[in-house]
């Protein structure tokens, strides 16, 4: 009878401090996800008054009407989602527009950059001198500012400029012709404004890329082309993918480069617009409706992109 006493008190102690070491575990958990919660609060404040807030912001201001007498600015408080209606009629052909020229830009830079981010990532891998001197030069544009970048190009497509008088010795260009105030002149601020954009994250897919992969597609008796085609791009697509939507989304709201290299009815793109109806006309209604049908025009085809060409499909 001892004995069976002695065991049921044993067993109960045992039990006690398995217990007893769940219970600390369990605190040990809620202390450490109540951490979590404090570390990601200032980002989800932050987040909250600088993205949200003004997002809703934008969507009411949409909805505002002017009253009959009002001055100049003065809108009151509505739900009059006709407003877009009338931003649509009127502006659709700078919101084409400007999606064109976005995705003209967005090839172009990655036609240019690829080769960029392939000769540093992969064929001066081991030249590490020069591969440091040509990754500054990708990264130079952003030690200027974004403006002056694009008043240079205005200086170099001018009509007393070396491109224009080049084009015009080859009879590329008629004598009258130029390249300012023209798409071609907005395209080639954008591609060139947003370039490393696009070179920077393929640079980093390639250079995380294992050459042995290489080596292996050629020991197998691939050429060059297959062994790019079916290593080489596969396992840079994630890069593609950032480098591209890090491209398309800014070039299609920007309003500089169409200001200073264009700047008529063939060029406007729908930023100059939106600059203007909040700015000069003070439409403050209108340019909200612009300004939230472009937010919602960009991540309607940036989720339809990356459902098509997600990195989830590609690793």
Known sequence: MALLTAAGSSTGAGSTGA???????EAAQRRRGRAGYLLILPGFIFMLLFFVLPVFSLLATSLYVKPEGADVGQFVPALEFG???VVLQNYWPAIIRS???ALIATLAALLIGYPMAYLV?????EHKLLKGILLVLIIAPFFTSFILRTQAWKQILAD???????LRAVSLLPDDGRLTATAFAVICGLTYNFLPFMA??????LERMDMRLIEAGADLYASPAET???ITLPLSLPGVIAGTLLTFIPATGDYVNAALLGNNQNTTM?????????????DYPGASALSFLLMLAILFLVILYVRRFGTKELM
């Open 228 to 230: 790019f085609r079916r």
């Open 121 to 125: 990532a992969v064929r001066l891998r």
């Open 19 to 25: 217990g007893g070491r769940s219970g600390g575990e």
């Open 200 to 205: 920077l994250p393929i640079y980093a897919s």
């Open 99 to 101: 999606f064109g020229f």
């Open 270 to 282: 729908i930023g100059q617009v939106i600059d203007s109806r909040f700015f000069r006309v003070v």
């Open 160 to 166: 007393e400029g070396p491109v224009v008088g080049i």
């Open 83 to 85: 407003n877009y209606a």
